[in-house]
């Protein structure tokens, strides 16, 4: 099936579920074992069906399958939320004195959740504040597991140079974990460049409607884990699961068997079948979204560039963007919805600012059917030093827009309106 194909029917089957062609929504918790051996060897992962939902659910299993038919990999586990698919695909591959090398322009929460939460429990993060594979090697050392960045980082809009880190990771037998949240795959694939897992904020384009929200992790099934040698609870017996060996028994779906039985058994973090259902209805238009989203970011960008309101304006696929050649081999199609812009003037100007514009609502989100604006210095960033900010190039002037499926000329007369009242 081709992509678009996939979008709007992939793991689902109108045979299935009582001949409901719509995605049903088993909303239980627990399921039937039809004898003890059946339970037992449920337990024992000797054979596969649901046994609760915090491990796996009918509803999910279509998300989960979909997205990753979508992304081109062996599996996928659908999770609460970003942050949570962020977490585990982080903690499958580290434990206490291991280290990550991330881009320093990630998200804000996996800012926080690598610099400040995962140190306490050890596992410590080398960030990385270039764009330049050598810097990334400069980071890597014999205790490091994987490199993590974001195919475009939310919100300083820079691509990163997938196949360069790929090539990096796999130099030094560990793999590369892109959040692609972004683009989602209708824009960038990035297995397709080298990278081995993904991570999705399911929150944003791939539900698409701000009403629900979720995680995925996505496993490519390529990364040889007994050959790195590096991965002992991928590779060695499992005393949890009677002694039983992920490569051994999955083969190339080792990684992400282990995110279900290990994280979603012990964490807990997993998504509600309504949700996944929500997801799974907002994924049918993914395609016509994200091609809307693109039309209209860079409509906005270019208007933008032009406005005497305007300090700088940042959107990849601007020629001026200094990821415009990045954009162009890895975001051939589009460059998604967020535009960054500063804006001339101080603290005030921004207040008068945002408190005038009527279409675009004053929130912190991405990938929503609305247009969203966010000042990220004073909202997901907000738990950044100032001087983490400067490193990140993030300071009181920048605005962050999420351009939404609205019509163009409106969005454009309301920033207009919005900048002369402004000053
Ligand atoms: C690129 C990116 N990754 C991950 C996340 C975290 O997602 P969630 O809010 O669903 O936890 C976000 C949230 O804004 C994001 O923008």
New binding site residues.
């Given amino acids: 099936m081709k992509f678009d194909t996939i979008t709007v029917q992939g793991g689902m089957n109108p045979g299935d579920n009582r001949a409901c062609i719509s995605p049903p929504i088993y909303q239980n918790t627990a399921f039937y074992f039809k004898d003890l051996d059946f339970a037992a060897d449920l337990f024992d992962l000797k054979t596969a069906g649901d046994i609760y939902t915090r491990i796996s659910n009918p509803t999910t299993n279509m998300l989960e399958e979909r997205v990753a038919a979508l992304e081109g990999g062996v599996g996928a586990v659908a999770v609460s ?4 698919a ?1 977490l585990a695909a982080v903690l499958n591959l580290t434990n206490a004195g291991n280290e990550v090398v991330a881009s320093a322009s990630v ?1 804000g ?2 800012f926080n959740l690598l610099n400040s939460t995962l140190p306490k429990y050890g596992v410590v993060t080398k960030f990385v504040n270039s764009d330049k594979i050598e810097d990334y090697e400069k980071q890597i050392n014999e205790k490091t597991r994987c490199i993590y960045a ?1 195919t475009v980082g ?1 919100p300083t809009l820079d691509v990163c140079d997938i196949e360069g880190l790929a090539n990096l990771a796999h130099k030094y037998s560990i793999p590369l974990i892109i ?1 692609n ?2 683009p989602s795959p209708y824009l960038c694939r990035p297995f397709e460049h080298g990278a081995d897992i993904i991570v999705h ?4 384009y791939i539900s698409g409607h701000g009403n629900s ?3 995925i992790i996505i496993d490519s099934g390529k990364f040889d884990w007994e050959k790195s040698g590096k991965f002992p609870d991928l590779t060695k017996k499992d005393q949890s699961y009677h002694g039983l060996s992920y490569t051994e028994t999955f083969k190339e779906a080792a990684y992400i068997t282990r995110i279900r039985t290990a994280y979603l058994r012990d964490l807990g973090c997993c998504l509600s079948p309504f949700n996944a259902y929500l997801t799974l209805v907002g994924l049918e238009t993914l395609h016509l979204r994200m091609e809307r989203h693109s039309e209209s970011a860079l409509k906005v960008a270019k208007w933008l560039q032009n406005s005497e309101f305007v300090k700088w304006v940042s959107y990849p696929l601007l020629e001026s963007s200094k990821y415009y050649n990045n954009a162009k081999k890895y975001l051939p199609k589009g460059a998604s919805s967020i535009v960054a812009f500063g804006l001339k003037g101080d603290r005030k100007n921004l207040e008068k600012f945002v408190s005038s514009l009527k279409l675009f609502i004053h929130a912190t ?2 990938g929503d059917s609305r247009s969203i604006i966010t000042c990220p210095s004073l909202t ?1 960033h907000r738990q950044l030093s100032d001087e983490e900010l400067e490193k990140a190039g993030i300071g009181i002037e920048f605005i962050r827009l999420s351009v939404g499926l609205e019509d163009t000329d409106d969005l454009i007369a309301d920033l207009e309106q919005a900048f002369q009242k402004s000053v």
């Fill in positions: 939320s970003g942050m949570s962020t998200y929460g996996t974001e939310n959040d949240t972004v904020a399911l929150t944003k929200m979720g995680g989100n991405i997901t």
